[in-house]
């Protein structure tokens, strides 16, 4: 069946950096639109970023020019850099995947702590 594994996540200062990696089997990322979601505590999930078949991206204005999404199709996998970081960016981040319209697919989170 499709997976999709989050990797990266953990416990990083205010101002500092991480890179989550979302790795897929049983399906092609480089022809679907990927993004990157997050859920806070007592918050909805909300989406971070995401990229088109084609690379085009798209971000939350809360990180726009913070954090940027980028694919390796010969890996099958998409990245979300984050940069400067702040503590209201603590959550759960999730990768997500629809290949086809109304055909979605999500990893299984990874915690993301800003905190000092």
């Known amino acids: 069946q499709v997976q999709l594994v989050e990797s990266g996540g953990g416990l990083v200062q205010p101002g500092g950096s991480l890179r989550l990696s979302c790795a897929a089997s049983?399906?092609?990322?480089?022809?679907?639109?990927s993004g990157w979601y997050r859920q806070a505590p007592g918050k909805q999930r909300e989406l971070v970023a995401g990229?088109?078949?084609?690379?085009?991206?798209n971000y939350a204005d809360s990180v726009k020019g913070r954090f940027t999404i980028s694919r390796d199709n010969a890996k099958n996998t998409v990245y979300l850099q984050m940069n400067s970081l702040k503590p209201e960016d603590t959550a759960v981040y999730y990768c997500?995947?629809?290949?086809?319209?109304?055909?979605?697919?999500w990893g299984q989170g990874t915690q993301v702590t800003v905190s000092s």
């Open positions: 049983r399906l092609t990322l480089s022809i679907s639109t």
């Open positions: 990229i088109t078949s084609g690379g085009t991206t």
């Open positions: 997500n995947a629809q290949p086809i319209q109304g055909v979605y697919y």
